[in-house]
């Protein structure tokens, strides 16, 4: 596994979050820092004006090493946009020799197949993830090194990113003086924070609502099954705040963090204006919550389109799980499970066995944050992306850490 002190940047649409922690085993990470400031130069995942995103990863960065007291050379780096597509595709071989014995060169054959997928023009593997194999027809086989048999199936989650997209993002922290680690799809690393060991085995859907992109991850069987990004999240609930309401926008975001609720049920008090409490801006509390309902109904059915199915209780038996700075809204569970007719829970990033500075981690806005230093710390699969690129500059990477950080 991945030990020592490791460092992570969450690049959202709304806030970049570099967080720095020193992992001493997959139950036991102390978080040293999170350094946090206002997104800039980013719009739903990707870079649109190297110049500002530069110079706000830089201060985020900044913060990180002053609160932590390490200097950030290196980091791991989420990954999000309409630009990525995945698929599940399967991979076959015949084990040859008289033993039938599987060995690991079978499954590196077996692995190498599954991934011979047609990537798209100006498109690469970000990450290609054995989620089973099958061994002689057996199915569900997790461990196949060792077992015996004569053909070895495995299927593979992959998925692509946009070169560019990615390239940008990864010039974009290289210009500051800072090495890209390794990648990470941002639903990925959220997963790792708020869903439990069973859910990811029995099926589960997970929603991270953030600012300009709602991310989504399906698990099942223990392992990812599905992702898919929606260009949709918190700024729009607010743009539209601010439309229908004739507010400014940074009005119109402070009346929804503070007031917005998708059921606001007979709270009478609130019924009248909300008058004069944003400088001298008024609106009423019932259509700020109107607003923020509807549009809330609609990235639930966007959700649910998204699925590679229908039967959403064979599929996600444990229901949706919702994680981002957005699923804080007031009444957004109960609206789920209405509207969802399934199990709806909130996720927060913190759980057991993370201490440290983590006070800001409470709030589901991180849950990507603390997810990408829990991807590693799990030693979850590297990205096919840095597989490709240098595994070897990532090899010393990872020889010098661990040599320095014991
Ligand atoms: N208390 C709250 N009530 C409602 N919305 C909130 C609240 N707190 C934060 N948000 C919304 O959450 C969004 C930011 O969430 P988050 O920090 O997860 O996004 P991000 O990671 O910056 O963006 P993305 O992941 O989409 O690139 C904003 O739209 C913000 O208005
Ligand atoms: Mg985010």
């Known amino acids: 596994m991945t030990k020592g002190i490791i460092s992570a940047i969450d690049v959202g649409t709304t806030k970049i979050a570099t967080i720095v922690a020193n ?16 997104s ?59 033993d039938r014995l599987v060995r690991s060169e079978d499954l590196n054959r077996v692995l190498a197949a599954s991934r011979s997928v047609t990537v798209p023009e100006g498109k690469k593997l970000l990450h290609a993830i054995p989620r089973f194999y099958t061994l002689d027809g057996e199915e569900r086989v997790k461990r196949p090194v060792g077992m015996h048999g004569t053909r070895l199936d495995v299927e593979t989650h992959i998925i692509t990113a946009s070169v560019s997209s990615v390239q940008n993002l990864v010039k974009v922290i290289r210009s500051i003086g800072v090495q890209v680690e390794d990648l990470v ?43 898919a990004i929606i260009p949709v999240a918190g700024y729009q609930i607010t743009s539209d705040i601010a439309i229908g309401l004739g507010l400014p926008f940074h ?14 049920g007979l709270d ?25 309902r509807s549009r809330m109904e ?8 998204e699925l590679p199915t229908t039967d959403y209780q064979r599929l996600a038996p444990c229901g949706l799980v919702l994680t981002g700075g957005t699923a ?24 057991s066995g993370v201490y440290g500075i983590t006070d800001i981690l409470r709030d589901s806005a991180y849950s990507t944050t603390l997810g990408l230093v829990l991807w590693q710390a799990r030693n979850r699969e590297p990205s096919a992306w840095q597989q490709k690129r240098g ?9 010098l850490r661990r040599l320095f950080h014991g």
């Open 23 to 38: 992992v001493r085993s997959q139950d036991d990470i102390e978080v040293l820092g999170v350094g946090v400031v206002p």
């Open 40 to 98: 800039h130069g980013m719009h739903k995942g990707i870079v649109v004006n190297m110049d500002e995103a530069k110079e706000a990863i830089a201060t985020s960065i900044q913060e990180a090493q002053k609160i932590s007291g390490t200097r950030v050379d290196s980091v791991f780096v989420g990954v999000t946009g309409r630009h990525i597509s995945s698929i599940n595709n399967r991979g076959v071989v015949a084990i040859p020799r008289a």
């Open 185 to 227: 799809l941002e639903p990925l690393a959220s997963g790792e924070a708020v869903l439990t060991a069973q859910e990811r085995e029995s099926g589960i859907i997970m929603a991270d609502v953030g600012g300009g992109t709602t991310d989504i991850a399906v698990f099942k069987d223990g392992d990812i099954y599905h992702t």
């Open 251 to 264: 009005v119109a975001e402070r009346m929804k963090k503070t007031y917005g609720n998708v059921t606001p």
């Open 268 to 292: 009478v008090g609130r019924e009248t204006e909300l008058t004069g409490i944003e400088n001298g801006h008024a609106a009423s509390y019932r259509e700020l919550c109107d607003i923020v």
């Open 298 to 305: 609609e990235l639930f059915e966007l959700i649910l389109l």
């Open 328 to 351: 804080n809204l007031g009444g957004l569970v109960d609206l789920g499970k209405e509207h969802l007719h399934m199990p709806v829970r909130r996720g927060a990033p913190l759980g």
């Open 391 to 399: 595994g070897m500059f990532g090899g010393i990477a990872k020889l």
